[in-house]
């Protein structure tokens, strides 16, 4: 049986946004409605269909969930009032992202362009995820063509910046992240109707990349903090992850994952739900080569089942006992 990829914060979506119909646009010949049924017309956008996968895919993130609720309630009510006849300027749709790494801000980022591709604010609905390399040029000349050639494959969707402080480099005199800014301010301002930018990375970080960049702060209209995962909340996404791939955690592995969860919070580079992928990963390397080196027929049970060994023998156990007998000696 081949296991399906897990589905988990900042994983990559490959799948393209389903068409789906609009409802006719009003014209001059006609009237406008007298009452809308905006539960009809969210509907007919299909826009539940993907928080709903929102809440399907994410564990936890309760105040990031309801801010996206908030954003898509507020674009459907305008694309109503704009099929009612009503005046309105278009709304400003670039955002922020700020929280550690593995906190599901490229998850959200996906479903984001969904919702805005399901209510007609972009044409394609895709997303494109870069980060300073992919728009920062390494000698004079190269930067311009570099964004530019970004810019046009984002058009019509939704362009990711992840760690976006890291194109502002003050100290260096001769960095050409400036130039990149410049282009992106540019185009975020006189495009914003065919392009909307999300500004990811570190909390504290970001604050001061806005402080030295008034003109980002300016074009930014909604700014959505990502909390870390409690344990938890960690755990439930141990038992997806399991899931998903169709394997399951004994009871002795389920105890050994909630000491890991805690322990490894404690140790540095933290990161969140990804850094429990990457233990979930190593422990099924772990089952792979315990399975391999028994003698005899395997059972279909034990393929599926990942047994307390197989976490800890990870070295954040090892590495954990030694640090405590080193402050306590």
Do not use: C
């Not at 007919?44 to 564990?59: F, H, K, N, P, T």
């Amino acid at each position: 049986m081949t296991a399906a990829p897990p589905t988990t914060p900042d994983a990559p979506d490959r799948t393209a946004p389903q068409a789906v119909d609009r409802p006719p646009a009003q014209t001059n010949d006609s009237p406008p409605p007298q009452a809308v049924d905006l539960r009809a017309l969210q509907e007919q956008y299909a826009v539940s269909e993907l928080l709903e996968q929102l809440d399907r895919d994410l564990v936890g993130l309760e105040p990031v969930k309801r801010r996206i609720r908030e954003i898509a309630s507020f674009l459907l009510v305008a694309r109503a009032r704009a099929n009612a006849g009503i005046s309105s300027s278009p709304p400003t749709l670039h955002m922020a992202f700020t929280g550690n790494p593995g906190t599901g801000k490229t998850t959200v980022a996906q479903r984001m362009a969904g919702i805005l591709h399901r209510l007609g604010y972009v044409r394609k609905g895709h997303l494109v995820s870069v980060t300073r390399d992919d728009l920062v040029g390494q000698y004079i000349g190269h930067t311009a063509p570099k964004t530019k050639e970004v810019l046009k494959r984002a058009m019509g969707g939704v362009l990711f910046i992840d760690e976006a402080y890291y194109l502002y480099r003050p100290e260096n005199e001769k960095d050409y992240g400036q130039e990149a800014i410049e282009i992106l301010l540019q185009v975020m301002e006189n495009q914003r109707d065919d392009l909307t930018v999300i500004l990811a990375g570190y909390p504290d970080r970001m604050r001061s990349f806005f402080e030295s960049n008034p003109g980002f702060r300016s074009r930014i209209a909604h700014h959505i903090e990502f909390p870390d995962y409690s344990d938890d909340e960690l755990m439930q996404i141990a038992d997806k992850l399991a899931e998903e791939a169709e394997y399951r955690l004994s009871s002795g592995a389920r105890e050994a994952m909630r000491e890991y969860i805690a322990r490894r919070r404690r140790q540095p580079n933290f990161a969140n739900a990804r850094s429990l992928r990457n233990a979930f990963d190593r422990a099924r390397l772990r089952q792979a080569l315990r399975l391999v080196q028994w003698e005899g027929a395997v059972g279909v049970n034990d393929l599926v089942t990942l047994e307390e060994s197989d976490i800890r023998s990870s070295r954040v156990f090892v590495e954990g006992t030694t640090h405590e007998r080193r402050h306590n000696s």
